[in-house]
């Protein structure tokens, strides 16, 4: 119940076109739902995040889908570039707890 | 900006020592953590500490311990190295948002290898 299940754990996606990543959790308790982006070399930073009462949040070109009732929510990059190549965590977690559930990751590259 | 450094980032060591990793965040933040990140499994939480002097074990805690005598400060400590845990160690640092979730701000991590 405590887990966050991530994929694909890996993607190639054309330069200009869209990458779609999907998380599924069972715990209808989470109530944060963050996005973390690890270039090589560096640890995993903040990309966006957002809570089960919207069901999409847009920042530039990343935008976040949530869907409640299928316990879902995915990540979009929109005119994907070869600087978005990077590794993707998706994440839960619980109210004030400010520990949280991590998926397993997916590399994403960009094809120029 | 937040800064959270690591004190190597690269480190060989023998199995049977005793490996100290370092992590030192600048924020004045009050949690810390410890991961492992490996391929297709994400990032496992060993420990964390919401206090100095305070920790809790998270989901693989077994080989490790933790020392968090100042704030700022929080080391993972193996006791004897073995060849499964090497890794990819990574520090965390966060402060608690009022009324939110709190946002985990990480070092660039340490490859430790066992041989």
């Known amino acids: 119940q405590q887990q966050v299940k991530q994929s694909p754990q890996s993607l190639i996606v054309q330069k200009g076109g869209i990458s779609i990543i999907n998380c599924a959790y069972e715990n209808t308790a989470f109530d944060y739902f963050p996005w973390y982006q690890q270039f090589p070399g560096k640890g995993p930073a903040l990309l966006i995040a957002?809570?089960?009462d919207v069901s999409e949040k847009k920042e530039g070109r990343f935008t976040i889908s949530f869907n409640k009732s299928a316990k879902q929510f995915s990540l979009h990059i929109m005119d994907s570039q070869p600087g978005d190549s990077a590794t993707y965590f998706c994440?839960?977690?619980?109210?004030?707890?400010?520990?949280?559930?991590w998926g397993a990751g997916t590399k994403l590259i960009i094809k120029p | 900006d937040v800064k959270v450094t690591q004190s190597s980032r690269y480190l060989v060591k023998r199995t049977g020592e005793k490996v100290f990793l370092e992590c030192v965040q600048d924020?004045?933040?009050?949690?810390m953590f410890w991961y492992r990140q490996d391929p297709g499994l994400g990032l496992r939480l060993i420990y964390f500490?919401?206090?100095?002097?305070?920790?809790e074990k998270g989901d693989i805690p077994e080989g490790y311990s933790v020392s968090r005598e100042k704030k700022e400060r929080f080391s993972l400590i193996l006791e004897s190295a073995s060849t499964n845990q090497t890794s990819m160690y990574l520090c965390?640092?966060?402060?608690?948002?009022?009324?939110?979730?709190?946002?985990?701000?990480f070092g660039p991590g340490t490859r430790l290898t066992v041989l």
């Open positions: 500490s919401y206090d100095v002097k305070m920790k």
């Open positions: 957002i809570r089960p």
């Open positions: 924020m004045d933040h009050e949690n």
């Open positions: 965390a640092s966060s402060f608690p948002q009022a009324g939110g979730p709190d946002t985990q701000y």
């Open positions: 994440a839960a977690s619980l109210g004030s707890n400010y520990q949280l559930i």
